[in-house]
């Protein structure tokens, strides 16, 4: 990042969040190992299935466009015979600088659900299973996925460790757009394991290219590596997940190179 937390955001009402954001940015380092749930929804299981990958998030990352869709509160958030994780604060904050804040009626299907401006919202999160208990730290934002890569992400030079699509493909999520077009930009954030789930990819290469032009990147091919039964979720939102691990390329990323690594061939 090219600023510490807590010059990208700022406490809202409440001096606790301001002390909270100061606390986190201290103790992130300078490269922090952070993941990032587009469409997370309420979902939270990411945060127990770190341990699938050789490093594990220091951070994540959520995202949501609405907070109809995905309303946040204190308490249980997760609970199974093995897991429980409880949402145990909500401290809400808010952008220092302005942000270009827009919902995308390309990208959004309920338009009339979207917020009238960005939300966010720092979640401490304590983790309990089995095998740990563990606390985790969440910042929740109310964005449309691809407005939060550019506006977030780009802008402040975020790096992303892990990468995390479950249900975020056309029809699933109240979006137009199929979320595996993020793993076009994984040269640009430097990500290194992504979740995908194997419901069939509507990639619209139109739309990935107009991303593209507009932030005027230079993107590498990658190669997505399977990880063998460690990175196999059985079940994850009533979906089968694989963990892959990301390699680059020297090569620049085509329409083709990347329907290779999607195994889009057909489409392209």
């Known amino acids: 990042m090219i600023k510490k937390l807590n010059e990208i955001f700022k406490g809202k009402h409440r001096r606790r969040a301001q002390v909270e954001i100061d606390e986190l940015s201290s103790s992130l380092g300078d490269k922090p190992s952070i993941l990032w749930y587009p469409s997370a929804g309420e979902d939270f299981r990411d945060l127990i299935e770190g341990y699938r990958t050789s490093i594990q998030p220091d951070l994540y990352l959520h995202t949501d ?3 109809k869709f995905a309303p946040l509160k204190r308490g249980c958030a997760f609970e199974d015979n093995r897991t429980s994780i409880v949402i145990e604060d909500m401290l809400e904050l808010e952008f220092i600088d302005r942000i270009n ?19 966010v919202y720092l979640l401490n999160v304590m983790v309990r299973s089995t095998y740990e208990i563990k606390k985790a730290k969440v910042i929740y934002f ?3 996925n691809i407005n939060f890569m550019e506006e977030v992400l780009f802008k402040y ?26 793993t076009a930009f994984f040269s640009k954030l430097e990500v290194q394991y992504y979740y995908a789930d194997f419901i069939p990819i509507h990639f619209d290469f139109e739309f990935l290219d107009e991303v593209i032009k507009r932030n005027q990147l230079d993107l590498k091919n990658i190669k997505l590596i399977n990880m063998g039964d460690r990175g196999k979720i059985r079940e994850w939102s009533a979906l089968s997940v694989k963990v892959q691990k990301v390699e680059y390329e020297e090569t620049p990323l085509t329409h083709q190179s990347l329907g290779q690594t999607l195994n889009l061939e057909d489409r392209v």
């Open 157 to 182: 030079n975020f790096k992303i460790s892990h990468v995390v699509k479950i249900r975020a493909g056309v029809g699933y999520t109240g979006g137009y757009k199929d979320m595996a077009m993020l």
């Open 142 to 144: 109310y964005m449309e």
């Open 65 to 67: 466009y609405s907070t």
């Open 101 to 119: 804040y827009f919902i995308d009626p390309e990208v959004v299907t309920f338009m009339d659900h979207a917020n009238a401006r960005p939300h």
